[in-house]
């Protein structure tokens, strides 16, 4: 079974500029998670899609985090323009859903992304 | 989701029994105990969860005493590749609003 796939894995930008993260669940999966984690700290979500609709994006710098879940299986994660503090590990996880009854969830490899 | 407190670091010898604490004294009647681990440059990976009872799967033990307000994730017999940030959560069965909630974690470290 393939896992959770992301890319890229690394990214530099400077800061005000533009940059976009793919992930790609564990088919089947309903339930997908963005995570940001900062350096020294244990991750933090963003936005949680469950198909292709948000259920807690309330974590989520709307000013400049953008998301979205088309068709219910890949997602993107924007971030226009991008901040020094933006610099952190981007998490992309996955779960089966309801028919699990607990949330073991699955994640990615992430993209480590640093903003000069 | 009930708050959880672990240590921040720990060691132990190879070969040995690794026993991460976690306290977890506001936990709800239908909250799940979970622990995920974070090898260094990997993502989160589930260990194990339980609500009322002790669980063992190939991965590892874990005891919650009878009171659910602490548990303890054992590794029988550590290796080198079990260096890693131990995560306890306290969460409710899934939903499609239901989330893992990350602390800081508990960094084991183990000695040859």
């Known amino acids: 079974e393939a896992g959770v796939a992301q890319s890229p894995r690394y990214k530099i930008i400077e800061k005000r500029q533009s940059v976009a993260f793919w992930c790609n669940p564990i088919s089947g999966h309903a339930t997908l998670y963005w995570y940001q984690q900062i350096l020294g700290q244990g991750p933090k979500l963003l936005i949680q899609?469950?198909?292709?609709?948000?259920?807690?994006d309330s974590q989520l710098p709307k000013d400049r985090f953008s998301a979205e879940r088309l068709k219910g299986v890949d997602s993107t994660l924007k971030i226009q323009p991008a901040k020094l503090e933006d610099s952190a590990v981007y998490l992309c996880a996955s779960s089966l859903g309801m028919g699990q009854g607990y949330n073991e969830q699955f994640f990615g490899p992430g993209t480590r992304l640093t903003v000069l | 989701d009930a708050k959880t407190t672990q240590p921040t670091s720990m060691d132990c010898a190879e070969g040995r029994a690794a026993n991460l604490p976690c306290n977890h004294s506001t936990i709800s009647g239908n909250e799940y105990v979970y622990w995920y681990r974070q090898i260094h440059s990997q993502g989160p990976q589930y260990i194990i969860h339980?609500?009322?009872n002790n669980e063992t799967n190939e991965m590892a033990s874990l005891i919650i005493t009878e009171d659910r307000k602490s548990s303890t994730l054992i590794l029988p017999h550590a290796t080198l590749r079990d260096t890693a940030v131990y995560y306890c959560i306290a969460s409710p069965p899934y939903s499609s609003a239901s989330k893992i909630i990350f602390g800081s974690g508990t960094r084991l470290s183990i000695r040859p």
């Open positions: 899609f469950q198909n292709n609709g948000v259920v807690d």
């Open positions: 339980g609500l009322k």
